[in-house]
């Protein structure tokens, strides 16, 4: 990171993106922090006209493409106004919730998605964050689209914010961090301990065991080694290694109070149900196996399914 964090919201307007902003008080961010407001009008432009028309037709076609470019124009310059008033709501509400942060907000007319991963890698941001739906059935399946397409594609970290219905305001933090002994892992513990987080905030460290033997009672750090079906006790030694190591790194950051769990099974369906038993508020992950579009269908499933389905904000770390 640089000397400010950079915090790029994409904000639509619609409830959950209002659900998003007040996510963020619960997100460690520090008071000295850059955001940006960013609101995208969603433009379709009208294809072009077939380039093998006779004179005449090509005529018509010209006056037809003529219109509704200037259609399209119109409706560009519409939805941007509208965008404009709506990143300016977002930013004074952000304002209010922080005043000691920067904040500012732009708007663009285009495809959200697109627009959102561009603007993200050009600032560059260091944290995008994003609602789950949009204001419509149609906006629903276009905003879910959107951030499921943020959260796998962009270079940057990205938050998907879901307030839990139960999470009260000033209530103690609950994270949960999934981890796996990869590199990845460890950027989101760093991230996670970067953060600015207050007292009373509580950070439960999941490391996965996946094998292929049938899974075995949950262990917990710093016990005995476990030897699965698969002969897998070297490989949990080793991860054992690392959970203990990436403990030590979130116990030096300030405000967290730290456990740690290992367990056996699978990596989507354990931490699922460890968010929806600690209620948590986010569950961190790394980004592995999201870099390119075979490992993020190979490999990406831990991510992607927690991005799609998790009872509560998720952040898929990228450093």
Not at 285 to 295: F, H, I, K
Request: glycine content about 10%; aromatic content about 4%; charged content about 25%.
């Amino acid at each position: 990171m640089g000397e400010r964090m950079k915090v790029l919201i994409a904000y639509d307007g619609s409830e959950c993106a209002d659900e998003a902003l007040a996510d963020l008080p619960r997100a460690g961010l520090p008071d000295d922090t850059e955001a940006l407001v960013f609101t995208v009008g969603d433009v379709i432009l009208p294809p072009p006209s077939p380039a093998n028309y006779d004179v005449t037709a090509k005529a018509m076609a010209s006056r037809r493409v003529a219109s509704a470019v200037g259609q399209a124009q119109a409706q560009a310059a519409q939805a941007i106004e509208e965008a404009r008033r709506i990143a300016g709501r977002g930013r004074e509400s952000l304002r209010s919730a922080f005043p000691r942060w920067e904040v500012r907000a732009e708007a663009v007319a285009g495809a959200p998605a697109f627009a959102i991963i561009e603007r993200a890698r050009d600032w560059p941001a260091d944290l995008v964050v994003v609602g789950t739906q949009g204001r419509t059935a149609l906006g629903r399946l276009i905003m879910g689209s959107v951030s499921h397409k943020v959260a796998t594609e962009a270079n940057n970290s990205v938050r998907v914010a879901r307030c839990r219905g139960d999470a009260r305001e000033g209530s103690p933090i609950r994270l949960l961090v999934g981890f796996d002994g990869s590199s990845s892992a460890r950027a989101a513990v760093r991230a996670v301990a970067r953060r600015a987080w207050p007292a009373g905030t509580t950070a439960l460290l999941v490391a996965v065991a996946e094998q292929q033997g049938t899974p075995v009672t949950a262990g917990l750090i710093r016990t005995a080694p476990v030897t699965t079906p698969d002969g897998g006790g070297k490989g949990r030694d080793t991860l054992r290694a690392a959970v203990e190591t990436a403990e030590d790194d979130l116990s030096a950051a300030a405000g967290l109070h730290v456990t740690c769990e290992i367990r056996d099974g699978d990596a989507k369906s354990v931490l699922m149900e460890e968010a929806d038993r600690s209620r948590a508020d986010c569950i961190f992950v790394g980004s592995r196996g999201l870099s390119g579009r075979v490992e993020r269908f190979l490999l990406g499933s831990v991510s992607a399914a927690l991005v799609k389905d998790a009872p509560c904000s998720v952040e898929v770390v990228r450093e």
